[in-house]
T-cell receptor
């Protein structure tokens, strides 16, 4: 069945440095890859997404890249700030079944 | 718009009890889903619906039932609660297929003793 693997499970970076979170997916028919940020006690919120006809997308300090051949996609956060501390989830949309499957999450901590 | 709403916010059940978690959205979204969130396991899809009268199973459907009689509401039923169902439950909705932004409700924290 469909599966999304996410690494690492925890990540600690110095403020101002970059953070990279990687995901792989199992079904080559996947065509939509959103990233969500979840702060403690809050609901997940979409921060960026990419569709399969695009290789890279940027929004200020956040970028996502997609390699469909390898079935990999990654989240890049540059110039990290304390407010970037949260749990980040990748996900893959499976159009044939109309469902979105999530990775297990990455807890990102920004050290001052 | 209220967006996606969930009730209750918190619930304690005894093993074997039944209950319904409510989810409603006022954005006229066709697609709705239920996820459970457990530490270290991310968000796992329980059931989803692509429109009124249409539901399907996700990754972890056992022990849960759903129905979709209207576009707005998508309740999740626990017929006989078990301690393994202790979790935070999120309802989500989106306008159409996977390419549309999915919005989450505030969550329901469930404790089964």
């Amino acid at each position: 069945g469909e599966n999304v693997e996410q690494h690492p499970s925890t990540l600690s970076v110095q403020e101002g440095d970059s953070a990279v979170i990687k995901c792989t997916y199992s079904d080559s028919a996947s065509n939509y890859f959103p990233w969500y940020k979840q702060e403690l006690g809050k609901r997940p919120q979409l921060i960026i997404d990419i569709r399969s006809n695009v290789g890279e997308k940027k929004d200020q300090r956040i970028a996502v890249t997609l390699n469909k051949t390898a079935k990999h996609f990654s989240l890049h956060i540059t110039e990290t700030q304390p407010e970037d501390s949260a749990v980040y989830f990748c996900a893959a949309g499976y159009s044939s079944a109309s469902k979105i499957i999530f990775g297990s999450g990455t807890r990102l901590s920004i050290r001052p | 718009n209220a967006g996606v709403t969930q009730t209750p916010k918190f619930q304690v059940l005894k093993t074997g009890q039944s209950m319904t978690l409510q989810c409603a959205q006022d954005m006229n979204h066709e697609y709705m889903s239920w996820y459970r969130q457990d530490p270290g396991m991310g968000l796992r899809l329980i059931h989803y619906s692509v429109g009124a009268g249409i539901t399907d199973q996700g990754e972890v459907p056992n022990g849960y039932n759903v129905s979709r009689s209207t576009t707005e509401d998508f309740p999740l039923r626990l017929l006989s609660a078990a301690p393994s169902q202790t979790s935070v439950y999120f309802c989500a909705s989106r306008p159409g297929g996977p390419g549309e932004t999915q919005y989450f409700g505030p969550g329901t924290r469930l404790l089964v003793l």
